[in-house]
DNA sequence: CCCCTAAATTGACCGCGGTCAATACAGGAA
DNA sequence: TTCCTGTATTGACCGCGGTCAATTTAGGGG
C-alpha cells in the first residue's frame, strides 16, 4: 500500500470551508460560527469538515491566526517605538483584536503557548513573531530608556504575558473604566524600565 | 408576588450534587465529569442540576476553588519566603494543582480574572487572596532581596502573570525538559529583585 | 480506454451540555 | 386540617460538535 499526493479538489474544498467561516465570522462574529452552517455555505457534508480540520477550535486558530498577521504585519511596518510608553501604545491594535471577544481570547491562550514548540499552527508561529518583534524594538531603544541587566528575549516574552494579563481583566471587568493602556502601562514601566534609585 | 426564603432540602439538592462531582472528579479527573453521571448519583433529575448551577463550568470552578483554597492555605501556614527562590519554590504547589490539567488551567483563567471585581465566584476570591499573600511577602522580605522602586501590589500581579505564562506553556511543550521552577525563576528575579548595576 | 486503489466525500448517528413547560412539594396563613 | 402560593424538581427535548462505515471520485498504470 503506497501514498498518492493530494488530489487537488481537496485544497478547493479546503478553501471554500475557510471562505465561508470567514464570511459568517465577518458578518456575526466567532460567537456565531456552527459547523453546520459552514459546511452548508461550503457546500459540503458535515463530515468534510473533520476530513479537512481537527476541530473547530483549530479552524477558528488558523481565522485568527490570520488576522492577527495582518494586525502584527501592520505594526511591524510601522517606525518602532521610542519609549515605554509608545511601545505599549503600538501593541493597542494586538490587544484589542485580541480582546474584542472572549472566543477568541480562549483560542489564543489555547494555541499560543505552543510558541516555543515547533509547530504547523500558524497562531503559535505569529506568537514566536510576536517575542522576535519586541524584542528587536527593546535592543534598538534608547538605552536610558530601557533597563540592561535583562536579556532582551525574556523581556519579550514578558511583555506578552503582561497583555494576557491585561486582557483576561478585560473580560472580567466589563464596568470598568480604565482603559487598556492605563492598565498595561505601569507593569511595562516596572518591566521594562532602566534601573532606577531605590525609592 | 414576594419571596420565601429557601426551603432546606435544596441545600440537601445542592449538597448531594457537590458530593457526587467531586467523587466522580476523585475517581477519573475532571474530563471524565458529565452532568448526566453527576445527577444519576445525586439522585435527581438533570433539570436540578441547572437550577442549582448556571453551568457545568460554574460547579467546577467551586470544586477547583475549594481545592485551590486547602493549597493557599498550607501555602501561607509555611514560613514566609526569604528569597526569591523560595518564593518561586513556594507557589510550586499551586501551580501544580492549576496545571495538573488542561481543563482545570482553563477554568481558572476563565475565573480568575474576576479577582479585581466583586464577585461571589470562589475561585476568583482566591485569587484576591493570592495576591495579597504574595504583597505580604514581599514586604516582609529582606530589603535587599526585593526591588523598593515598584508597589508590592502590582509586584504580586506581575507574579500571577508570569505564574499563568509559565503554566500555559507546560501544556504545549510535553515533551520539554526544563521544569517549572526553571522556567519561572527567570522571570521573577527579573521582577522582583533588586536594582543592579547596569548589564 | 478501462481498471484499480487510495483519496475524498457523505450523512446517519452519537454524546453531552443546556432548556423549559409541566408537576410535585414545603410550609405558612386561616 | 385544608388551602394556597411560591419553591423545587422533573424529564422529554433541542442544538451542536464530532465519528465512522459506506460510497463516490480522481487519476496513474497497463
Redesign the pocket.
Known amino acids: ?4 499526493s ?5 485544497t ?2 479546503r478553501n471554500s470551508l475557510i471562505a465561508a467561516a470567514c464570511d459568517i465570522v465577518a458578518e456575526n462574529g466567532f460567537g456565531a ?4 452552517d459552514i459546511v452548508a455555505r461550503a ?10 480540520f481537527e ?3 483549530r479552524l477558528m486558530a488558523l481565522l485568527i491566526g490570520q488576522e492577527m498577521d495582518a494586525v502584527l504585519q501592520k505594526i511591524d511596518d510601522a517606525p518602532p517605538p521610542q519609549t515605554i510608553a509608545e511601545l505599549a501604545q503600538a501593541i493597542i491594535p494586538l490587544m484589542d483584536y485580541i480582546g474584542q471577544d472572549r472566543i477568541v481570547f480562549d483560542v489564543v491562550l489555547r494555541f499560543s503557548g505552543a510558541a516555543a514548540i515547533e509547530t504547523t499552527e500558524k497562531i503559535s508561529v505569529n506568537f514566536l513573531k510576536q517575542v522576535h518583534l519586541y524584542a528587536r524594538w527593546l535592543v534598538a531603544m534608547p538605552p536610558d530608556q530601557i533597563r540592561g541587566d535583562v536579556d532582551p528575549g525574556l523581556l519579550a516574552e514578558g511583555i506578552q504575558a503582561f497583555m494576557i494579563q491585561v486582557i483576561a481583566l478585560r473580560f472580567c471587568a466589563l464596568h470598568n473604566s480604565v482603559s487598556t493602556t492605563d492598565r498595561l502601562l505601569p507593569y511595562l514601566v516596572a518591566w521594562l524600565g532602566p534601573v532606577r534609585s531605590q525609592q
Chains 1, 2 share one sequence.
Open positions: 500500500m503506497q501514498t498518492r493530494p488530489q487537488k479538489r481537496r478547493v474544498t460560527l456552527r459547523v453546520e457546500k459540503v457534508a458535515k463530515g468534510t469538515f473533520f476530513a479537512h476541530d473547530k477550535d
